[in-house]
Every structure is written in structure tokens, then in C-alpha cells.
């Protein structure tokens, strides 16, 4: 399936069903993450259990330096 | 001391992260400015590309204040978008609204930073408005509830300094709220002037992330702002047209 990640059309590898599954793809577990789930933003506890569809806008945002 | 909502700070200077010339020296500023506020923006990650560090992975965030801001939003729904997203770090609950009208100036959309401030209130925000140095807008922002008033001094990274300490002081007069003089600082004598007319605080940046030297100028922010504050607090004189004597005019051995 594919989905809309941080603005790219990704082609997402079958093994990521969930949020925390795409996290750890991306070796993102352990880093300052927020993630918006189609507009919603999804808290850690419900990384799991908040299932990625086909046609899915996912955002992972971070704090970088500004002013 | 600085009250912004229910939270002191003993440093009257708020430090952007933006654009330092390497993180080391980043760090050392930040520890030398003796901010307690620093300034974040929110974006995308760069998960495409190999892992970058992160300022704020390598900052001891419980010892500071984090102060995300919204810019990058050009409307209150994008501003509102950026402040939750910011918020459910779990790392602050004060926000920045920074809401641009015009690319070139970078002055902020002031209808929009209204309308995001109301946004942000009612969902429970500590909002810090980054906003014009029009008095008017200030007032109204106030009536809203915001927690702080922040007028540029000019645009953003401009390092013009003060162009209307008219309105500033206008602003800072009438306002309950603390006001922080927020963008276009070049120097410590524009911080220290900032501080003389009777702000509560100063934020900048690029004034210490861009100088030759930015942990010497991070230095002399924290020392002008001290400086300004002591000034306002001890009452400058008043200006006179023509010269006053300080020392005695009697007994004087030349006559």
C-alpha cells in the first residue's frame, strides 16, 4: 500500500502495519518524534494501536532550531 | 524577575536556536546567555535522508524553558496545527504565534494572529503573540488574554534595532502583560535600549547565532539586558537643551 509521508508517496513495506511499526522502519523509536495521523495527532500510547491504511497522510514532525 | 502566566524566570533575555554556526557553539551560547527560555520551530524530519543530529536531543531540556513557535504558518488553522503538534511533545505548554502576512518584511499577519491567539486560549495554550508594534493590535491581543505581548522591533534577522520606540513605549505603558521586545535586535545597545523603555524581556537571534563571535555576544545580551533593566528601574534623567555644571561653580580658583 502506499501512503503520504511528510509529503512523499511512499510504496510502504508490508511488514509496517501500525505507527509504532513505521516508527521502528525508520529507527525513529528512540528519537523526539510527534506524529500527526491524518490530521490527528497520535500520542505515544496509541502508536500501536492506531493502524496505517492505504491512502493514509502521515506527518512525523520534530523541534529544529528557530528564533 | 520575568512572569510569563504562573512561571518566573530570573533571566530577562529569551535565545532563539536558529542558525548557529555548529552546535558546540551553540550550546556554549546558550550557557553563557544564562537564558531560561529558548525557542524552537516545528518541522518536518528528514527521515529520508541519514539521521541528523538534533540541538534538542543534545540540550538538557528540564533546565530550560521550550518555547516552540508557529512559524511557517500564514493562517490561525496552520498556526492552531503547528501549536498542537508542538505541545504533544509532552516538553511545553507555551507557544510563540507567529503568523507571516508578507515574505519580503516578514511582519506578522495581525488579523491572523488575532484570530490564532483566540484559538489557542480557549484550547488552553500559554500564548506569547509575536506581533507589529501597533498599539492598538496590542491592546486587543490583551483583551484576548494572552499571557505575554511580543513587538518586533523590526523585521525578523534585519538587525535594524528599534525603528518606533514611540509605539514601544506606548505598548509597554499600557500593557499588564509582559512585554518582550521580539526580532530585528542587531546589537547590545539596541537590547539595553529595549530594556530602557521598559520591556520585561528581549528575544533574539540571529543577533547572537550570525555575530562574528556568538558566545562573546550571547555574553553581552545577557550583560546589556541586565544593564537596560538596572537603567529603567533607576530612572534615567531627563534631557535638558543646554549644558548643566557638575561640578560646583563656586570657589572657583580661576576668578
Do not use: W
Not at chain 2, 70 to 81: D, L, N, Q, S
Not at chain 2, 201 to 223: E, F, I, R
Amino acid at each position: 500500500m502506499s501512503i503520504k509521508l511528510n509529503g512523499e508517496l511512499i510504496e510502504l513495506n508490508e511488514e509496517v502495519k501500525n505507527v509504532q511499526q513505521l516508527l521502528a522502519f525508520y529507527q525513529l523509536e528512540n528519537r523526539l518524534v510527534i506524529v500527526e495521523h491524518n490530521r490527528e495527532i497520535i500520542l505515544k500510547d496509541q502508536y500501536e494501536s492506531t493502524p496505517i491504511q492505504h491512502g493514509d497522510e502521515i506527518e512525523l514532525v520534530h523541534f529544529v532550531g528557530g528564533g | 524577575m520575568l512572569k510569563i502566566a504562573d512561571k518566573v524566570f530570573q533571566s530577562r533575555l529569551l535565545l532563539g536556536t536558529g542558525k548557529y554556526p555548529s552546535f558546540e557553539i551553540q550550546k556554549e551560547a546558550v550557557a553563557q546567555s544564562e537564558a531560561e527560555i529558548l525557542t524552537f520551530a516545528v518541522r518536518r524530519m528528514n527521515i529520508f535522508e541519514e539521521s541528523q543530529p538534533n540541538f534538542l536531543e543534545q540540550l538538557d531540556v528540564s533546565k530550560y524553558t521550550l518555547l516552540p513557535n508557529t512559524a511557517g504558518a500564514k493562517t490561525a488553522e496552520e498556526a492552531v496545527r503547528i501549536a498542537k503538534l508542538a505541545k504533544a511533545s509532552g516538553l511545553c505548554d507555551m507557544i510563540k504565534v507567529e503568523v507571516i502576512g508578507c515574505d519580503r518584511s516578514l511582519l506578522p499577519d495581525p488579523v491572523e494572529t488575532l484570530k490564532a491567539s483566540e484559538m489557542l486560549l480557549e484550547e488552553g495554550f500559554i500564548v506569547l503573540p509575536y506581533t507589529s508594534d501597533d498599539v492598538v493590535l496590542a491592546r486587543r491581543l490583551e483583551e484576548l488574554g494572552v499571557h505575554a505581548i511580543m513587538p518586533g522591533a523590526s523585521p525578523i534577522g534585519s538587525g535594524q534595532g528599534i525603528l518606533n520606540p514611540l509605539n514601544l513605549s506606548f505598548i509597554i505603558e499600557q500593557s499588564k502583560v509582559p512585554v518582550i521586545i521580539d526580532a530585528g535586535i542587531g546589537s547590545p545597545a539596541d537590547a539595553a535600549q529595549a530594556m530602557e523603555l521598559g520591556a520585561d524581556g528581549v528575544l533574539l537571534n540571529t543577533a547572537v547565532s550570525a555575530a562574528k563571535d556568538p558566545v562573546k555576544m550571547a555574553v553581552a545580551m545577557k550583560l546589556a539586558i541586565e544593564a537596560g533593566r538596572l537603567g529603567y528601574e533607576a530612572g534615567r534623567i531627563a534631557k535638558k537643551d543646554y549644558a548643566i555644571a557638575s561640578s560646583p561653580t563656586e570657589g572657583m580658583i580661576t576668578t
